[in-house]
């Protein structure tokens, strides 16, 4: 409770550094486990056992930030716009949009990184396709969650089965149960919403040639 209103009191009214006040809750936390007489070794141990299982999650975030640079360096963005803009039929846009969104989260275990590098192409694909802004940004954010979720390299979905100290993989079929369900019923309605934008892509062909 302390530390909560040490996170509550210094982001809300003092307008705080997060890292500093989240250091600063830590802090309050372990005076008062001392005051409540636990040992200041067993204090130690619980923080070397949390670190411990947050270092994978660290190493996918790190190996992430280096992912999207690159691909803002090297050209790949403008590329999957381009040829998105030729190949892809606006009444599968969508349909496609999350499907992509969802493998990428899957294979690099980021639904961030999916979000700022195929998610950033294919809002550029979509404005020249004139589907809305805002069916696309949705389409990419189930995509994306969706995969994160189930990524064996996921930081979040590390962290939770070692915090819980279960088997990852049994973590992961036992999500599926809820996150299939929403994602199949997220892609009929995307392909309901794309119906009234097919059979523009031989147009969009040509403009884009020309």
């Known amino acids: 409770m302390v530390s909560f209103s040490v996170v509550l009191g210094g982001v809300l009214y003092l307008d705080g550094p997060t890292n500093i006040i989240l250091i600063l809750a830590g802090i309050s936390v372990i005076i008062l486990s001392l005051i409540w007489g636990i040992k200041w070794q067993d204090i130690e141990d619980d923080l070397m056992n949390t670190l411990k299982s947050m270092f994978k999650p660290i190493l996918i975030l790190l190996a992430v930030g280096m992912l999207t640079g690159s691909w803002m360096l090297s050209g790949t963005i403008p590329l999957i716009i381009y040829y998105g803009l030729l190949s892809i039929d606006p009444l599968f846009f969508l349909v496609i949009t999350a499907i992509t969104c969802a493998i990428m989260s899957v294979m690099a275990g980021t639904s961030w990184g999916t979000i700022g590098t195929v998610g950033v192409a294919l809002m550029g694909v979509s404005i020249g396709l004139g589907i809305p802004a805002g069916y696309t940004a949705g389409a ?23 915090m819980a100290n279960v088997n990852i993989i049994d973590h992961i079929k ?33 403009s884009i040639r020309l």
Do not use: C, E
């Open 174 to 206: 036992h999500m599926l149960w809820t996150t299939i369900p929403g994602f199949v019923i997220s892609l009929i309605l995307y392909f309901i919403l794309g119906l009234q934008y097919g059979g523009q892509l031989n147009s969009r062909k040509m």
């Open 140 to 162: 990419i954010v189930v995509g994306a969650f969706f995969g994160d979720k189930l990524s064996p390299l996921s930081d979040t979905t590390v962290m939770a089965s070692a």
